[in-house]
Nanobody, 118 residues
């Protein structure tokens, strides 16, 4: 059974930092492109950051470039999202996504709430 378990969300003041983690189990982690998405009520889920299987290719949404950093550890089967200089507009539920490189499977975590507020 595949599980993606996010952690690290919470309440932070503007300008602060958080580090999200997503621990994967039940899958061959290095076969999956890993991404972080976020969603606010009544809006579509948007991709925040994506990292290739071995970390050679990374993409960010324009809104987070220079502030967020995605990384992965294929030994610990974990993907991270370091979020710095947080803004109120970053408030959302953040989801971890695992997408098989051949397009055969995709999995989602349950989400973790990030709230940026004074």
């Amino acid at each position: 059974q595949v599980q993606l378990v996010e952690s690290g969300g919470g309440l932070v003041q503007p300008g602060g930092s958080l580090r999200l983690s997503c621990a994967a189990s039940g899958l061959a982690f290095s076969n999956y492109v890993m991404s972080w998405y976020r969603q606010v009520p009544e809006k579509e889920r948007e991709m925040v950051a994506r990292i290739s299987r071995f970390g050679s290719r990374i993409n960010y949404a324009d809104s987070v470039k220079g502030r967020f950093t995605i990384s992965r550890d294929n030994v610990k089967n974990t993907v991270y999202l370091q979020m710095n200089s947080l803004k109120p507009d970053d408030t959302a539920v953040y989801y971890c996504n695992a997408d098989h490189y051949a397009g055969t499977n995709t999995y989602w975590g349950q989400g973790t709430q990030v709230t940026v507020s004074a």
